[in-house]
């Protein structure tokens, strides 16, 4: 074997390499284990081709290293000049989950009793004909009862159609004084329309003790209506029929659009129409033996969506379970 002329190749070789691995490629044939100087190596006899292969190796290993700096550097330099970092481009953006409306109004609602030191209730939606009905003093004839307005499981369940029914569990599981309010979805048969849907959520509270007045239901609602759509807001009762409570009032907010003004979503009056309220029947008090001589309350209830529709400006119900991402993202 001519050494010379074997370190004069390989020396050329790993000059000519043009990448990290064509130059692996020239190490494992210069200098790997089935190299011709490894294998000339191990059979070398004498001391003095002993040094001069080994002096050869080592320049080789030298260039090898060398080259493989230099090629290093150039690969970071293509990818520094290849790969430029424009940080005034527009970033990707990235949308981060929001709360569904209905959660968010539902949980300031819940902020606002909480605040008052209610108890927050999140009741069955499964319910018996006893409670939804019998208990909160249904008449037998109500239409409520029937197939027509109700979703019947069977004749004697069927899914609660207002949360009211929760009431009637705490009265009977608690003594008063009883302050608890009750969030959940309720169930009626009806078409979808704009306003109706028949799957919504509501909100309803319940105040036993002793000398409770419509005052204090007017100030709880007060308080309630200005935590949900503003400090300026004020109550208005009007007359109403509700199975359960007597007398029954029918609560107006004043229109936190139009600031009473008159716009489309008060009708021009300044008024909204906020669910239902009252003073508990004393029948009902009598059905879960509550003294009615000595207790007196108030309940009142209101749609969930109705009063995230207000606080967002949102004309329709049908929004609220259509799960539309371009319309959920805004909140
Ligand atoms: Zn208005």
């Known amino acids: 074997m001519d050494a ?5 190749e390989g020396l050329a070789a790993v000059a000519s390499a043009a990448t990290p691995e064509e130059l692996d490629g020239v190490r494992v044939e ?19 081709s002993g040094l001069e292969l080994n002096a050869i190796r080592e320049r080789l290993e030298e260039a090898v290293e060398a080259r493989e700096d230099e090629l290093r550097s150039a690969v970071l330099d293509r990818r520094l000049t290849e790969e430029v970092l424009d940080v005034t481009l527009p970033g990707e953006e990235r949308h981060l989950g929001t709360l569904h409306p209905t959660t968010l109004t539902r949980r300031v609602i819940e902020d606002a009793f ?9 009741d069955r939606e499964v319910e018996t004909v006893h409670y939804n009905f019998d208990q909160l003093a249904f008449g037998p004839a109500h239409p409520s009862r029937s197939h027509r307005d109700t979703f019947f499981l069977d ?14 569990h705490v009265m009977e599981a608690k003594k008063p004084p009883i302050y608890m ?3 959940g979805r309720v169930y009626r048969r009806d078409e979808i329309t704009a306003t109706r849907f028949p799957i919504f959520h509501q909100f ?9 007045t419509l005052a204090d239901l007017k100030g709880t609602l007060l308080h309630v209506m200005r935590t949900l759509f503003g400090e300026h807001r004020q109550v208005r009762f009007r007359t109403h029929y509700f199975p359960f409570t007597e007398p029954s009032l029918e609560p107006d907010v004043s229109c936190p659009i139009c600031e009473m003004e008159g716009c489309r979503t008060c009708k021009y009056t300044g008024w909204i129409e906020l669910g239902g309220a009252g003073m508990v029947d004393p029948r009902v008090f009598s059905n879960v033996g509550i003294d009615p001589e000595e207790w007196t309350g108030f309940a009142f209830g209101c749609g969930i969506e109705r009063a995230a529709q207000l606080r ?8 609220f379970w259509e799960n539309d991402l371009r319309v959920l993202r805004q909140f």
């Open 4 to 8: 010379a002329a074997l370190e004069r």
């Open 30 to 48: 210069y200098l790997g284990r089935k190299s011709t100087l490894k294998l000339a190596l191990r059979d070398v006899r004498d001391r003095e």
């Open 114 to 122: 909480l605040g008052l030191g209610y108890e927050v209730i999140d």
């Open 155 to 168: 004749p004697e369940r069927l899914l609660r159609t207002e949360t009211s029914p929760s009431q009637i």
């Open 181 to 183: 309010v009750s969030l």
């Open 204 to 212: 309803e509270g319940l105040a036993v003790d002793r000398n409770i």
């Open 312 to 319: 967002h400006g949102i004309p329709e119900i049908r929004p």
